[in-house]
């Protein structure tokens, strides 16, 4: 069974530019969070979706937003980039939102330049 | 608001030594409690949780925690060191399973020769 895939791995943007990252969950699993890991602020939560509808929202600025797809694939977007959004973005997903635990993806390397 | 602290941001043990990794928390209601690895340029991955029931709970790659409630403590052990232990661990806790999770800041283990 193949593990939660994030694309891409890496990527490199300019100030002022916008980004997306894309996350499949596990097969079967039908809710994703996203969360943003800083050395300086830690892992924090970005937002929640479960059959296509944001469930949950963390303190992000408008700029970050997210959808998700009927095949429960998601997508975070962050518009106007800044650099302090140099972040490891990560994607976890579950079976639902009631699931005890999270299973992460490997995460997509965001450098602001 | 639930929060997760983390005492030592930095551990250093000899290979085959004990390890410790201290993780306390605040939470209004029973938690759901959490250990997470992460390696280098890697997602998080699940060490082992406690949910409800047995307040010691056993996890991957011989791992163990001991949920607490009188000390609000999830303490993370492993009774002798690897030299491929040597990663950051994250203590996570939610307050219901439908909820997000929660992160503490983090230690870096890193095991001597």
């Known amino acids: 069974k193949a593990g939660v895939t994030q694309t891409p791995r890496y990527l490199i943007k300019t100030r002022g530019q916008q980004v997306t990252l894309s996350c499949s969950p596990i097969?079967?699993?039908?809710?994703v969070s996203w969360y943003q890991q800083t050395p300086g602020q830690g892992l924090q939560f970005l937002f929640e979706?479960?059959?296509?509808?944001?469930?949950n929202k963390g303190n992000f600025p408008g700029r970050f937003s997210g959808r998700q797809f009927s095949n429960s694939r998601s997508e975070m977007n962050v518009s106007t980039l800044e650099l302090g959004d140099s972040a490891l973005y990560l994607c976890?997903?579950?079976?639902?939102?009631?699931?005890?635990?999270?299973?992460f993806g490997q995460g997509t390397r965001l450098t602001v330049v | 608001a639930q929060s997760v602290t983390q005492l030592g941001s930095h551990v250093s043990v000899s290979e085959g030594a004990l390890v410790l990794l201290r993780c306390n928390y605040s939470?209004?209601?029973?938690?759901?409690l959490f250990w997470y690895v992460q390696y280098p340029n890697q997602g998080l991955q699940l060490l082992l949780k406690?949910?409800?029931?047995?307040?010691l709970v056993k996890g991957i790659n011989g791992f163990e925690a001991e949920f607490k409630k009188s000390e609000t403590s999830f303490h993370l052990t492993k009774p002798s060191a690897h030299m491929s232990d040597a990663a950051e661990y994250f203590c996570?806790?939610?307050?219901?399973?439908?909820?997000?999770?929660?992160f503490g800041t983090g230690t870096r283990l890193a095991v001597r020769p």
């Open positions: 996570a806790v939610k307050k219901s399973s439908g909820d997000k999770l929660t």
């Open positions: 406690y949910t409800t029931g047995a307040t």
């Open positions: 976890a997903s579950s079976g639902s939102p009631l699931a005890e635990e999270a299973f």
């Open positions: 979706y479960f059959s296509e509808t944001q469930r």
């Open positions: 097969s079967g699993h039908r809710s």
């Open positions: 939470s209004s209601v029973p938690p759901y």
